[in-house]
């Protein structure tokens, strides 16, 4: 039986380690919040007290934690001279994470995993809840070929489409390409089903329009914005649960930081991050990205 450590269990990280559960590996937690270890608990997981104790005895270790200064301080140690991951896993252990951090993070730590002979790739994932909920998470894989051989073995037990990038962090730039994108067409959604609205179109019937014309997108087919039009939607649940409205500008913001660093054009990308920007000040962090709908509708006359 493949054992395997699981550290980080929120909205993401605690359907993918159920699924890795279900495939009748042995899964070994850890989070900061015990609530969250213990639901996985009746699921059949090891509920553990540390990193530390975790990791031991797994052959692969899978985090999702929320940003870069907490993945390096995970794996390469914190400040406050408390050990790393990589002090602390057995020879041979596979690293994956799956978190989505800066490129630049995710190619430090595999440089220093090289450095100590393991095999590191950053797994970010696309697919929202319900599709770590279902097992068909994408994960875009950034590493040297024989990591992502082996990391496959891990993630398709968590997933339906695995691509390998490229080397080490360019799962990364994938997903914040993959995001900046979501970002805009999001925005871009909310807007024009909102000048429906605003000019007496049913978003129902505007949605099933443009679903069959060019303006169709992934949000329109899948994760309709507009309460009421699509039951499993977000949108439908008072915008819970999903994908925060504070991690989409936190995505949106790593994407504007590697724009700036290559010198690449995002003029769609900025205006789809200060809308955000815009939006979470009004104290929608935690709602669902797709709430964004609703500062359309607070500034225009719907």
Same mark, same amino acid.
């Given at each position: 039986?493949?054992?395997?450590?699981?550290? *980080?269990?929120?909205?993401?990280?605690?359907?993918?380690?159920?699924? =890795? $559960?279900?495939?009748?590996?042995?899964?070994?937690?850890?989070?900061?919040?015990?609530?969250?270890?213990?639901?996985?608990?009746?699921?059949?997981?090891?509920?553990?007290?540390?990193?530390? @104790?975790?990791?031991?005895?797994?052959?692969?270790?899978?985090?999702?934690?929320?940003?870069?200064?907490?993945?390096?301080?995970?794996? $390469?140690?914190?400040?406050?001279?408390?050990?790393?991951?990589?002090?602390?896993?057995?020879?041979?252990?596979?690293?994956? @994470?799956?978190?989505?951090?800066?490129?630049?993070?995710?190619?430090?730590?595999?440089?220093?995993?090289?450095?100590?002979?393991?095999?590191?790739?950053?797994? %970010?994932?696309?697919?929202?809840?319900?599709?770590?909920?279902?097992?068909?998470?994408?994960?875009?894989?950034?590493?040297?070929?024989?990591?992502?051989?082996?990391?496959?073995?891990?993630?398709?037990?968590?997933?339906?489409?695995?691509?390998?990038?490229?080397?080490?962090?360019?799962?990364?730039?994938?997903?914040?390409?993959?995001?900046?994108?979501?970002?805009?067409?999001?925005?871009?959604?909310?807007?024009?089903?909102?000048? *429906?609205? @605003?000019?007496?179109? @049913?978003?129902?019937?505007?949605?099933?329009?443009?679903?069959?014309?060019?303006?169709?997108?992934?949000?329109?087919?899948?994760?309709? %914005?507009?309460?009421?039009?699509?039951?499993?939607?977000?949108?439908?649940?008072?915008?819970?649960?999903?994908?925060?409205?504070? $991690?989409?500008?936190?995505? =949106?913001? $790593?994407?504007?930081?590697?724009?700036?660093?290559?010198?690449?054009?995002?003029?769609?990308?900025?205006?789809?991050?200060?809308?955000?920007?815009?939006?979470?000040?009004?104290?929608?962090?935690?709602?669902?990205?797709?709430?964004?709908?609703?500062?359309?509708?607070?500034?225009?006359?719907?």
């Amino acid at each position: 039986m493949t054992t395997i450590a699981f550290i *980080g269990l929120g909205n993401m990280g605690a359907p993918m380690a159920k699924n =890795l $559960l279900k495939a009748g590996c042995k899964v070994q937690v850890f989070d900061l919040v015990e609530e969250a270890m213990l639901e996985l608990e009746s699921y059949g997981a090891i509920v553990t007290k540390s990193v530390n @104790d975790a990791v031991k005895q797994a052959n692969a270790v899978v985090t999702m934690l929320p940003a870069g200064e907490h993945v390096r301080a995970v794996y $390469l140690g914190d400040h406050s001279g408390g050990p790393g991951l990589l002090e602390l896993v057995e020879p041979g252990t596979l690293l994956i @994470d799956s978190s989505t951090i800066d490129p630049e993070s995710a190619r430090i730590v595999a440089k220093h995993a090289d450095d100590k002979g393991f095999e590191f790739v950053d797994a %970010p994932v696309s697919g929202g809840v319900a599709g770590a909920a279902a097992g068909t998470l994408t994960f875009i894989v950034g590493g040297n070929d024989r990591a992502f051989d082996r990391a496959e073995q891990v993630l398709k037990h968590m997933g339906k489409n695995i691509f390998h990038a490229g080397k080490a962090g360019d799962g990364q730039m994938g997903k914040i390409c993959n995001n900046l994108m979501l970002g805009i067409l999001m925005s871009g959604t909310c807007e024009a089903l909102n000048l *429906g609205i @605003d000019n007496g179109l @049913d978003p129902k019937v505007l949605s099933s329009i443009m679903l069959q014309s060019s303006g169709r997108n992934w949000a329109l087919e899948l994760y309709n %914005p507009c309460p009421g039009v699509m039951e499993n939607a977000p949108a439908s649940n008072h915008y819970q649960p999903g994908f925060m409205s504070k $991690l989409m500008l936190k995505d =949106l913001g $790593l994407g504007l930081d590697s724009a700036s660093k290559s010198q690449s054009s995002v003029p769609m990308g900025a205006l789809a991050r200060n809308l955000y920007a815009f939006h979470n000040a009004a104290g929608n962090e935690e709602l669902d990205f797709s709430s964004l709908f609703e500062f359309y509708q607070k500034n225009s006359g719907g």
